[in-house]
């Protein structure tokens, strides 16, 4: 084999390689770490079914209700309504219904602040845990108004793209101790059929 055909052999050789290791390591840092390659847009959505990867890009989202009131699947929206980290996944589905309208932007990760050892999640979706809220033991709880038997439910994953290692309906009791771990992912869903303003979801740092 001339030199000049080595060259090429192992030029093409480099290309190939590239080609299936690029994606896969962009694949890899994607599952691991989500937010640090986020592609999510800015995009104002009415009623209709959208799909991710053509209708909308790719990406971790925060959503808010900017008018009137819709569902998003099963759950009643209203306006100022938020979801937090929603993780849309390409050719997933969003289907909204009602006469309002939501606009969907780039998920912004922000630090719950808390008052008195205490962290209050005001709104349902996804937290990261190390960055939102710290990693530690936790005592979780919930307030809403006492004529109420709404209760959240709550959700531990290892990752963005795991399935869940703990699920909390508070069935049993209205408190747990719980261990939140550094680049885990906590959900909140206040309830599976609306966004209800008077609940809260406390965590206190133990």
Known sequence: MTK?????????TVITLLLFLVPKGIQYLKSQNPELLNTAESIKLQAGEYTVGKDIKVGIYDMQVTKGSLSYYST????????IGINLLDANKLYFEGSGEVELTSAEFNP???SANIFTIEHSGSYEV?????AGKYTLTYTIDKSSKKKPFIQILPSYTDDARTEIQF???????????TGEILTV??????????MTVLLKKN
């Open 189 to 198: 869903s206040k309830t599976k059929s609306e966004e209800l303003d008077n």
């Open 112 to 114: 719950i602040k808390p």
């Open 130 to 134: 190390g960055k939102q809220i710290p």
């Open 76 to 83: 009643r929206l209203s306006k100022g309504d938020e979801i």
């Open 4 to 12: 000049t055909k080595l060259g090429i052999f192992i030029a093409l």
């Open 171 to 181: 069935e049993t009791k209205q408190a747990y101790d719980i261990n939140l771990k």
